[in-house]
């Protein structure tokens, strides 16, 4: 018995050892694989993602871009289509038989629907971050045409991703931002990525002060931006200098901006001056809003000189000549070398020699006094009978005059060659023929005066007491200068200002320069029973586009056409 249980002994002590040396190899291959698993994660973690790239659904983009930034998905922003106020119902058919039928017995146990005009939605959700979004098409999600983002922080990180997915954003025309806490950096980096939309015209930045104020980066050369709204930014004086030597200096000009909104703002007569010197050299932007600043009868003084007419500064008159000198011999701006000289192609004389006689040099000259002198008269006898009582002289530069005097034509003549000159940049259009193939009438964008603006430094001058005087911005047609500090001194400005206009309208009339058609200047300390407010109102009548003076009888008696 006793060797029978030694050997069961031995046997389940056996047994004991194979059983354990199988879970030692077992748990040795499960810390071998976890190893290995934990390696190819760790791998995968120091391998660098493929970069995503945006295929122009926003919606889509946005949502990767933001989750590959690391934010969870309860952080990511939704991006919702903008809510809209219900459509007017059409009304009711007076043909139809029954227009109102009768009412159905309201079963008081049913549930009433739910109304149609507003959206119910969780408890704080209103309050969440979004993006609000409108589309040409709702179930086509490439046609994204504006972006509104209110009331939460955009950070550099949310600026990164608006770099990647806004340029591919094919239809995208407006981008409104309110109260979005923007910094100078993330603005600055803002305004990098607005060029790159390509259709990209219209922006709102409003509720965010910046105590840098850099609000001329959005203003720059290569801006694309034409419809730009700035409320509500706390701008000072500082940033309004800042817009204004970005509207325009003497050597550049914005020449896509139409609309630019400054209003609820904190600058003043200071901030004014240098919005109106970026506008003296401007003819491109129509509608500017002054509204609710600081602005008193100093800064309405500036902008009635702006509208009327002012002397030209020296720089001004120095980039004057050099205009001047490059419209006589266009290859001087182009870098080309001028043509050679008579002197340099003679080979028989020597260069020292001159080609004429001194007699003849003498009658050259007495000719060309002659000739300066009748031209002078001439010019000063039509500024008399035009009906200006001052005494001016169109100042015209010597080397201009014998510019012209070689051509041997007219400023009408050049008018049309500067047009013809604009026009032969435009591939594939004729300029001289004013009838297309077809014989119909050509389209008015191929119109001489609707080509391209007026350089103002090319326009008219006058000489008084010694200055240039050149006329005034006539292409803002609304300006809004309401809820200021503008008094009976800034009134009369701006009203012998609006006079000049229609004057010079009369005379000298323009198809692209028209001339304030709009001005608001309510909420302002002005009399309502004021003379010059009266007269002011009355110009402003008739220059509105939609006015329709009433109807004369034969006998001389208006009538009313509403009958």
Same mark, same amino acid.
């Given at each position: 018995?006793?060797?029978?249980?030694?050997?069961?002994?031995?046997f389940a002590s056996a %047994?004991?050892k194979?059983?354990?040396?199988?879970r030692?190899?077992?748990?040795?291959?499960e810390?071998a694989?976890a190893?290995s698993?934990?390696?190819?994660?760790?791998e995968?973690?120091n391998?660098?993602?493929?970069?995503?790239?945006?295929i122009?659904?926003?919606?889509a983009?946005?949502?990767?871009?933001?989750?590959?930034a690391?934010?969870?998905?309860t952080?990511?922003?939704?991006?919702?289509?903008?809510a809209?106020?219900?459509?007017t119902?059409?009304?009711?058919?007076?043909?139809?038989?029954d227009?109102?039928?009768?009412?159905e017995?309201?079963?008081v146990?049913?549930?009433?629907?739910?109304?149609?005009?507003?959206?119910?939605?969780? +408890?704080?959700?209103?309050?969440k971050?979004?993006?609000q979004?409108e589309?040409?098409h709702?179930e086509?999600?490439?046609?994204?045409t504006?972006?509104?983002?209110r009331?939460?922080?955009?950070?550099?990180m949310m600026v990164d991703i608006?770099?990647?997915?806004?340029p591919?954003i094919e239809?995208?025309?407006?981008?409104n931002?309110w109260?979005v806490g923007?910094?100078?950096? /993330?603005?600055?980096d803002l305004?990098a990525?607005?060029?790159?939309?390509?259709n990209l015209?219209n922006?709102?930045?409003?509720?965010?002060p910046?105590?840098?104020?850099p609000w001329?980066?959005?203003?720059?050369d290569?801006?694309l931006?034409?419809?730009l709204?700035?409320r509500?930014?706390e701008i000072?004086d500082r940033?309004?200098s800042?817009?204004g030597a970005?509207l325009s /200096?003497?050597t /550049?000009?914005?020449?896509?901006?139409?609309?630019?909104?400054?209003?609820?703002n904190?600058f003043?007569?200071?901030?004014?001056? %240098?919005?109106v010197?970026?506008l003296?050299?401007?003819?491109?932007?129509l509608?500017?809003?002054l509204?609710?600043?600081?602005?008193?009868d100093?800064?309405?003084?500036k902008?009635g000189?702006?509208?009327?007419?002012?002397?030209l500064?020296?720089?001004e008159v120095?980039e004057?000549r050099?205009?001047?000198?490059? +419209?006589?011999?266009?290859?001087?701006?182009?870098?080309?070398?001028p043509?050679?000289s008579?002197?340099?192609?003679?080979?028989?004389?020597?260069?020292?020699?001159? *080609?004429?006689s001194?007699?003849?040099?003498g009658?050259k000259?007495?000719?060309?006094?002659?000739?300066k002198k009748d031209?002078?008269?001439?010019?000063k006898?039509?500024?008399e009978?035009?009906?200006?009582g001052?005494?001016?002289?169109?100042?015209?530069?010597?080397k201009?005059d014998?510019?012209e005097g070689?051509?041997?034509?007219t +400023?009408?003549?050049d008018?049309?060659?500067k047009?013809?000159?604009?026009?032969k940049?435009t591939?594939?259009k004729?300029t001289?023929?004013?009838?297309?193939?077809?014989?119909g009438?050509?389209?008015?964008?191929?119109s001489?005066?609707?080509?391209?603006?007026?350089?103002?430094?090319?326009?008219?001058?006058e000489s008084?007491?010694?200055?240039l005087?050149i006329?005034?911005n006539? *292409?803002i047609i609304?300006?809004?200068l309401?809820?200021?500090?503008i008094?009976e001194?800034g009134?009369?400005?701006?009203?012998?200002?609006?006079?000049?206009?229609?004057?010079?309208a009369?005379l000298?009339p323009?198809p692209a320069l028209?001339?304030?058609?709009?001005?608001?200047?309510g909420?302002?300390?002005?009399?309502?029973d004021?003379?010059?407010?009266?007269?002011?109102?009355d110009l402003?009548? /008739?220059?509105d586009?939609?006015?329709?003076?009433?109807?004369?009888?034969p006998d001389?008696?208006?009538?009313?056409?509403?009958?």
């Amino acid at each position: 018995m006793s060797e029978a249980g030694d050997a069961k002994g031995v046997f389940a002590s056996a %047994a004991k050892k194979v059983k354990m040396g199988k879970r030692v190899e077992k748990a040795l291959k499960e810390k071998a694989a976890a190893s290995s698993s934990q390696e190819a994660t760790e791998e995968d973690a120091n391998k660098a993602p493929e970069p995503y790239t945006c295929i122009g659904h926003f919606d889509a983009d946005f949502t990767e871009l933001c989750r590959r930034a690391g934010l969870p998905p309860t952080e990511i922003p939704p991006v919702v289509l903008r809510a809209k106020r219900p459509g007017t119902p059409p009304p009711p058919d007076p043909k139809a038989k029954d227009p109102t039928p009768p009412e159905e017995p309201v079963d008081v146990a049913e549930e009433e629907p739910k109304p149609k005009t507003y959206v119910t939605k969780e +408890k704080y959700s209103y309050f969440k971050p979004n993006i609000q979004v409108e589309m040409e098409h709702e179930e086509k999600p490439a046609t994204v045409t504006e972006i509104y983002i209110r009331g939460w922080k955009i950070d550099d990180m949310m600026v990164d991703i608006f770099r990647n997915c806004f340029p591919t954003i094919e239809k995208l025309n407006t981008i409104n931002l309110w109260n979005v806490g923007l910094t100078d950096k /993330t603005l600055r980096d803002l305004a990098a990525i607005f060029p790159q939309c390509p259709n990209l015209k219209n922006v709102s930045i409003e509720g965010n002060p910046i105590a840098e104020e850099p609000w001329a980066c959005l203003i720059g050369d290569d801006s694309l931006i034409v419809n730009l709204s700035l409320r509500h930014n706390e701008i000072t004086d500082r940033g309004a200098s800042g817009i204004g030597a970005a509207l325009s /200096t003497v050597t /550049t000009c914005n020449k896509n901006l139409i609309s630019l909104n400054l209003s609820h703002n904190k600058f003043s007569d200071v901030g004014a001056e %240098a919005v109106v010197k970026g506008l003296r050299m401007n003819r491109v932007l129509l509608c500017l809003s002054l509204a609710s600043n600081k602005i008193t009868d100093k800064g309405a003084v500036k902008f009635g000189e702006l509208l009327s007419r002012f002397p030209l500064t020296h720089e001004e008159v120095v980039e004057r000549r050099k205009l001047l000198s490059d +419209k006589g011999s266009p290859d001087r701006g182009t870098g080309k070398s001028p043509p050679p000289s008579r002197r340099a192609e003679s080979k028989d004389r020597p260069g020292s020699v001159r *080609s004429g006689s001194h007699l003849d040099k003498g009658d050259k000259k007495r000719d060309k006094s002659s000739k300066k002198k009748d031209n002078k008269h001439e010019k000063k006898n039509e500024k008399e009978d035009a009906g200006k009582g001052n005494k001016t002289v169109v100042m015209m530069d010597s080397k201009k005059d014998k510019d012209e005097g070689a051509k041997g034509g007219t +400023k009408k003549d050049d008018k049309w060659k500067k047009a013809e000159t604009v026009n032969k940049t435009t591939k594939g259009k004729k300029t001289t023929s004013s009838k297309d193939k077809k014989g119909g009438a050509a389209p008015e964008s191929e119109s001489p005066d609707m080509v391209e603006a007026i350089n103002p430094l090319l326009d008219s001058v006058e000489s008084i007491d010694g200055q240039l005087w050149i006329p005034g911005n006539r *292409s803002i047609i609304n300006l809004n200068l309401s809820r200021n500090e503008i008094g009976e001194a800034g009134l009369k400005s701006l009203l012998l200002a609006l006079q000049y206009q229609i004057t010079l309208a009369n005379l000298a009339p323009h198809p692209a320069l028209k001339g304030l058609m709009r001005l608001s200047l309510g909420r302002n300390p002005i009399r309502a029973d004021s003379e010059a407010y009266q007269k002011l109102q009355d110009l402003l009548l /008739t220059r509105d586009p939609f006015y329709k003076p009433q109807a004369k009888s034969p006998d001389g008696e208006v009538q009313s056409l509403v009958g």
